[in-house]
């Protein structure tokens, strides 16, 4: 008699896991843009790679247990981690592609189909080293897939990277990149010793181009106080903070002491019983010698001052110390001081609406003549055309500092196109991408300052000008939600279309919008000059704008990948492709 052999328990797969979460993920994914939860968008898609990757992590290891336990097919079986990273890769571009033809107000991402991969590359990964430590041998080829798809990703952008740059540029080390502290020049060494690592070629001794400016700073004490007095005995004081509650303007003198301020009120352009006792008040502060005297008005109400009777519009004229109130904060640099003393506050009603106001102010103002600071320029020479070029730009300097405690980081304007330039210049420094026409990659300083860097080089060219063949200029690159605008697009119109049917052709960025000629960053001396040039920003995302909140951490760089492959493609067409 044969004795019974002993029957091996079934093992269930449990397929229905990996399939239940894919069906999680195509209803999230799928969901229209408007049904989805009011999540602030930078807050969302700053881990929006790592949201990818781990999703199909999950989706990957589930698939891979289910695989490797059934023993319906074998070979399957024993292929798993390889049917795995196959199957996770159509997933995810199956999902890609609904999303860009399903009318769901979502845009399919190459850039989310590289982190799907990673995150099943991983998974399958830690799931042969368990496997192998259980005695299963895992096929060489699935580990070579999934290094592949790493390595492509990583050599596709580098946004940990980017990111770092971003970081390092708008840290308080760096004081805001401007002229209080050094700040533009410490940046200026870390941006020099970026570009040796990258091992390019100077355009200039040590990649440096110097030149001067005259600008207004403010590096001291900056302190702003209101006391409110209603004629009894009871009285406040409002201590407000610079740059959240206040800033100089950036023509600014110097004050220190104490003063009243009168507020002119929207009342006073209709009623001329107001518009009298806004004179009386006016002419008392002019002739008493209690300190400073202020008008305090809206930007909008300084603006109608013409519009006012002549008498009462040259006693306010004689008020040359201005407290204006804004909807928002947005500093900017000057390159003299004005008459007076003009500080831009926000227009809180519970601090400027009552009357009598006293104020104390310390504000250090200093104009600084014949400052010295740099453009950075480097290249990397073309094996076809070496004296043809291609030119990538950005500027590095941003406001500085407002007092000796504030600063302002400037990580969308402008580390972010600093950051681009580098990957850019990281991208074109390898052997195999070497361009065929020179490619060069041009650091502007003063650009805060009335594009003073980029000016200077359009007269001091540090290559012919008539010899570059279209200048990109990047400028705010740190969201991109909504797209991208090219100004000079209606200028250079067939550049332009070939750049909208790149876009079009691989999806780069959700949309391009053109504008025309407008003198708003470093590209502007180039294209006056006769040099095509576009300056290309993105949209969407993070609101900050010269003002103390402009932080890495508020940009979702949701368009970063997309714009690198964007103007790396175009100027590939243009003469950079590889010969």
């Known amino acids: 008699m044969t004795t019974p052999q002993p029957t091996q328990p079934i093992r ?122 259980l005695g299963y041998k895992p096929q060489p080829l699935v580990i070579a897939v999934g290094l592949l798809l790493v390595s492509s990703a990583i050599q596709a952008q580098d946004i940990p990277r980017a990111r770092h740059t971003i970081e390092a ?13 050094q700040g533009e020049h410490i940046a200026a060494g870390y941006l020099r010793k970026r570009l040796k690592e990258l091992k390019l070629e100077p355009l200039a001794t040590n990649y440096t181009q ?11 004490q900056m302190r702003l106080s209101f006391t409110h007095s209603s004629g ?66 809206t930007a909008h109400n300084e603006q109608r001052l013409t519009s006012l009777p002549v008498s009462l519009r040259q006693t306010l004229d004689s008020l040359s110390n201005r407290i204006l109130l804004q909807p928002k904060l947005t500093a900017s640099l000057a390159a003299s001081q004005g008459p007076g003393i003009r500080i831009e506050a926000l227009n809180k009603p519970a601090i400027w609406y009552p009357q009598n106001e006293i104020l104390a102010l310390q504000l250090d103002a200093q104009l600084l003549h014949n400052y010295q600071t740099q453009n950075l320029a480097a290249v990397v020479r073309g094996s076809v055309q070496p004296d043809s070029f291609l030119v990538v730009s950005a500027h590095y300097d941003h406001l ?32 195999e991408n070497r361009p065929a026409c020179s490619v060069v990659f041009l650091l502007f300083g003063a650009e805060e300052a009335g594009l003073v860097g980029s000016q200077y080089f359009v007269a001091h060219p540090l290559v012919p000008l008539k010899s570059i063949k279209f ?77 103390v909140n402009d932080k890495p951490l508020a940009l979702s760089l949701a368009g970063f990948a997309g714009a690198f492959g964007l103007v790396r493609d175009f100027l590939n067409e243009e003469g950079a492709g590889p010969k």
């Open 12 to 133: 269930r797969p449990y397929a229905a896991l990996p399939l239940l979460w894919a069906t999680v993920v195509l209803v999230l994914t799928l969901t229209p843009s408007d049904e989805m939860p009011r999540t602030p968008e930078w807050e969302l898609l700053s881990f929006d790679t790592a949201a990818h990757a781990g999703v199909f992590f999950v989706f990957a290891a589930l698939s891979w247990f289910s695989l490797h336990r059934q023993r319906r097919w074998p070979r399957l079986a024993r292929h798993a981690g390889l049917a795995v990273l196959v199957g996770s890769f159509l997933f995810g571009a199956l999902i890609e592609v609904l999303q860009m033809t399903m009318k769901l107000g979502r845009h399919g991402e190459w850039s989310d189909l590289i982190s799907d991969s990673i995150g099943a590359a991983l998974a399958v990964g830690l799931a042969a080293v368990w496997a192998k430590r």
């Open 169 to 181: 540029l708008a840290s308080d080390k760096m004081h805001g990149r401007g002229y209080v502290q």
């Open 210 to 220: 110097p030149f001067t400016l005259d600008v207004n700073t403010f590096p001291g």
């Open 232 to 297: 009894s005995w009871k009285s406040y004081t409002n201590e407000l903070r610079p740059g959240r509650d206040f800033i100089a303007a950036p023509e600014s003198r110097a004050a220190s002491g104490v003063g009243t301020a009168i507020l002119l009120d929207t009342l006073c352009f209709t009623s001329p019983n107001a518009q009298r006792a806004v004179q009386q008040q006016a002419r008392q502060l002019l002739t008493s010698r209690a300190g400073y005297a202020f008008l305090v008005l």
């Open 400 to 431: 500085g500092m407002m007092g000796k405690d504030v600063y302002f980081p400037g990580a969308n304007d402008n580390a972010s196109g600093v950051a681009m330039v580098l990957e850019l210049a990281a991208h074109y420094a390898k052997p």
């Open 471 to 547: 200048l990109i200029n990047l400028d705010l690159l740190g969201t991109g939600e909504q797209g991208a605008t090219i100004v000079n697009g209606r200028v250079f119109e067939a550049p332009y279309r070939r750049l909208v049917a790149l876009n079009d052709a691989r999806h780069y960025l959700p949309v391009l919008g053109a504008r025309g000629r407008a003198a708003n960053s470093d590209h502007f001396p180039f294209s006056e000059a006769g040099v095509p040039a576009f300056f290309l920003y993105t949209r969407g995302g993070s609101a900050a704008y010269h003002d």
